[in-house]
């Protein structure tokens, strides 16, 4: 059965220290992985796609990887307008249908 | 571009009332999707159209919804009747190809209250 786990479910840091999220995924197959971002209210802001393992995509202060297992959302000195739920989906080949985890909440203190 | 817009962004009915939420996607995208978020159980698809052609609506809950695609640029998702367990915030989000792994965008999504 095609799932997305992330974690951890929430994670709380100071201003400047980086960390990772993760997005473990099971899939015949995949198409992309997405990462998105979601503030309160809001809906989920595209980042990156990613397509393959060994792929990595930079946007600012997050850089996203994969493996063939995995994917890591690497956060290098976050400040605290980073704080937001960060959702990882993946897409199967076999499906147009995107597959969900249930996101990551980051809280970012100044 | 605007990107995809949604209305209302609130609404709030008593149970039993006929809810209607409107999308417009964003121009030169052919895929448009019906999302429900809840705490509970997260992002839920509802239906899916490509080409304003409804492709897969199993996730429609109950004859209760109905959504539907007049033209490339406007979509509606219906709930009628309503009743409490539909709260939730309904998301509409567009993509320009279903096949090609292309990010979907999203509104900024209708939160709906039923009392």
């Known amino acids: 059965e095609d799932q997305v786990t992330q974690s951890p479910e929430a994670l709380r840091l100071q201003e400047g220290e980086s960390s990772s999220l993760n997005c473990s995924y099971t899939?015949?197959?995949?198409?992309?992985l997405f990462w998105y971002r979601q503030d309160p209210g809001k809906g989920p802001e595209f980042l990156f796609t990613l397509y393959s393992a060994g792929e990595e995509k930079e946007k600012e202060r997050l850089k996203a990887t994969l493996t063939k297992k995995e994917s890591f959302l690497h956060i290098t000195a976050p400040k605290p307008e980073d704080s937001a739920t960060y959702l990882c989906?993946?897409?199967?080949?076999?499906?147009?249908?995107?597959?969900w985890g249930a996101g990551t909440k980051l809280i970012i203190k100044p | 571009d605007a990107g995809v817009i949604q209305s209302p962004r609130h609404e709030v009915t008593e149970m039993g009332q006929e809810v209607t939420l409107r999308c417009k996607p964003i121009s030169g995208h052919n895929s448009l999707f019906w999302y429900r978020q809840t705490m509970m159980r997260g992002l839920e698809l509802l239906i899916y159209?490509?080409?304003?052609?409804?492709?897969?609506d199993s996730g429609m809950p109950e004859d209760r919804f109905s959504a539907k695609m007049p033209n490339a640029s406007f979509s509606t998702l219906k709930i009628q009747p309503s009743e409490p367990r539909d709260s939730a915030v309904y998301f509409c989000?567009?993509?320009?190809?279903?096949?090609?792994?292309?990010?979907?965008?999203f509104g900024s999504g209708t939160r709906l209250t039923v009392v």
């Open positions: 989000a567009s993509s320009p190809d279903r096949a090609r792994g292309y990010g979907y965008t």
């Open positions: 989906a993946v897409q199967p080949r076999s499906n147009y249908q995107l597959i």
């Open positions: 899939v015949s197959g995949l198409r992309g």
């Open positions: 159209f490509n080409n304003n052609v409804p492709i897969d």
